[in-house]
């Protein structure tokens, strides 16, 4: 419950709830702000001025660089086919599946409820709708909405 | 964490999960009932006899009237276009965006995971299905579904 | 808070947040792993070896049977057209709605941040898209996705 120690915590973080979120191994940058019930998983990286909403899972194998927003709600995903148990019905272990990476860069912004899917890049500044399904690339200054999100417009104008 | 001094509670609201809510600055009517892992922010205004049901999230500039079933993992949102930062790479402040209201009227149900953009309006009883993206307002009595929500029908029927 | 004492737990459960998930009245099987922010209800039953990964939430009349993935943020539905009140203008009360079952057989995974509609049964071994809305049966073995969920192949492949 809260934040583990193992932790790495920059300057000037702000989690006004820190029994109300799940954070563990994984490193969020200076003047980051975190909202209640976020879970953020081992090896995921958050970079320095981001803002993670209420309610987020952020989970192994996702980079979030500078500058971006994360709004309430949002699910990332690290498999592509996830099983509770392997072929012979015991349960999986770490071994039995591949963890592929997610890179949110720099100033890119989710909208709340949008879900990540795996192995995906989201371009600077690009703005994803809120409720939006991710499937594919998105490209820098894009904004894209619907499911799965589809290119709206190539520039956020923002 | 739970409930802040500054929230304003009317007769026979119930919060069975006290610990496991984060209010705080805002308005709750009589008799409302609000489940586990709920945030609701400061200047949102719920009515009486309201459902807000597990994981949902209302944002300041919410305004839920009487008799409103919210349902499970409800998003709502008050900035069109949120980012993280301000052009200048500073992090933003209240000054840095407007919030942009949204009212769900009497006796609407809002669908467990539905998500609503900021500014609209959520007709009196009308019904928003599960998982639907409103962007738009939404008739009295009427049934919408979808992302983005359309119409299905005029009368909710019930 | 965390688990009441009216929940069966099965031998080798793993909650390693048990403090920040909200569990009464349910069943949970054999070695089944579950996450943080998690809400299970009353009467719903949980199989053995099931994963069921943070913030998601698992209502009444809800049957996982084992080896079942559960994502992140996964909502399920009891009640076609839920309502906070009966048509007097009262609070709903249980004599006021029936409970509509929904099945997940064995072996099926849900992706993150799905919404199953009350009455369905999802086929042993199918995958659910992450971010569909599951409006009807899922055969098995079956994968979808998508709002409303459509077939997209016959066969989950693994």
């Not at 490193?27 to 998983?41: H, L, S």
């Not at 996702?62 to 148990?85: Q, S």
């Not at 949110?104 to 600077?124: E, F, H, N």
Request: charged content about 15%; glycine content about 14%; proline content about 4%.
């Amino acid at each position: 419950m809260g934040i583990a120690a193992n932790v790495t915590i920059g300057n000037g973080v702000s989690i006004p709830q820190p029994d109300l979120v799940n954070l563990y191994g994984c490193t969020v940058g200076d003047e980051t702000r975190i909202g209640a019930f976020v879970e953020i998983q081992k090896g995921a990286t958050i970079g320095a001025r981001c803002k993670i909403s209420s309610h987020s899972f952020i989970c192994e194998g996702v980079t979030i660089e500078d500058e971006v927003f994360i709004g309430h709600g949002v699910m990332f995903i690290n498999d592509k086919t996830p099983r509770a148990t392997s072929g012979d019905g015991t349960l999986q272990t770490e071994a039995d599946w591949a963890c592929i990476p997610t890179v949110i860069k720099r100033g890119a912004s989710l909208g709340s409820g949008a879900v990540v899917m795996c192995g995906v890049t989201i371009g600077a500044r690009a703005l994803v709708g809120a409720g939006a399904v991710v499937t594919k690339d998105v490209p820098p200054d894009a904004v894209v909405a619907g499911v799965p999100a589809r290119l709206l417009a190539r520039s956020s104008g923002k």
